[in-house]
Each structure stands twice: as C-alpha cells, then as structure tokens.
C-alpha cells in the first residue's frame, strides 16, 4: 500500500479516543485515534505542517510551535500521546 493510500485510509478511520481532548492549535484532536498505534503510521502520514515522531529518550528542541504536531512513542514504539507544541 502506497504512503498516500495508507494516510487517506487513516484520515477515514481516525477519531478521538478515550474522550480524552488535547490543545489543539495543530489539529492534534483529529488523530488522537491514532493512541496505542505503531508510531510508523504518524512518520508516514501526509501533513501539512511540521510533526515530530518522540521516541523514548530522544533529544528534543524545547522550542514551543503552536503548528508543530508531536507523536511520543513509548519503548514498543507505539504511540502514546498526541500534542501540539
């Protein structure tokens, strides 16, 4: 499956989880389905704006870019939170 077909199809089936609702000046609401995911999905999807994929001890910019999406991953490399900054 190409990467555009795999973010379409993702765009169609991603919706908020765990009603659980972020700062959202980038968007980071319409992925938080997206939790508990392989953290390949988020540095494959199309954007339009920075992103940023986290892995545990990763070193970081602390610069704040209220357009900037960030995906932390946890030591499986799946997603564990969604957040803009």
Partial sequence: MSRIALAALIAVIVAPAHGEEVEDSCGANGFLGLVGQTGEIASMLV???PRRVIAPGSIVTSDYRLERINFDLDEQGMITRIWCG
């Fill in 47 to 49: 954007l339009d704006q």
